[in-house]
Nanobody, 124 residues
Framework: QVHLVDSGGGVVQAGNSLKLSCSAS????????VGWFRQAPGKEREFVAA????????DYGDSVKGRFTISRDVAGNTAYLQMDTVKPDDTGVYYC?????????????????WGQGTQVTVSS
């Protein structure tokens, strides 16, 4: 069992930045792939970004490439999503999750544990 806590959401103006955090109390968090997903009102949950256990490999959804950066504290139990140049379309509930395999990082079914989500609202 891995208990994840998402935090850092809020209201931000378009063009500005926001940084989300995903924290776990279990040491085995460092062995997992960490993914971020988001769900906008009335839409399906979509892949945002993922990072492998070492922090070397990352991947991003097309809509956030070049604007968002995923990272992790390899020695600790926290992962981050730096959101820059945000747009109103980035509005939604953001969830972090952990999985065992980086090659299936975009498949939500491969993620074993999920955070409770944190709301991000981008105003125009």
């Amino acid at each position: 069992q891995v208990h994840l806590v998402d935090s850092g959401g809020g209201v931000v103006q378009a063009g500005n930045s926001l940084k989300l955090s995903c924290s776990a109390s279990e040491r085995k968090f460092s062995n997992y792939v960490v993914g971020w997903f988001r769900q906008a009102p009335g839409k399906e949950r979509e892949f945002v970004a993922a990072i492998n256990w070492s922090g070397v490999d990352t991947d991003y959804g097309d809509s956030v490439k070049g604007r968002f950066t995923i990272s992790r504290d390899v020695a600790g139990n926290t992962a981050y999503l730096q959101m820059d140049t945000v747009k109103p379309d980035d509005t939604g509930v953001y969830y972090c999750a952990v999985a065992g395999f980086f090659d299936r990082r975009k498949d939500q079914a491969t993620y074993h544990y999920w955070g409770q989500g944190t709301q991000v609202t981008v105003s125009s």
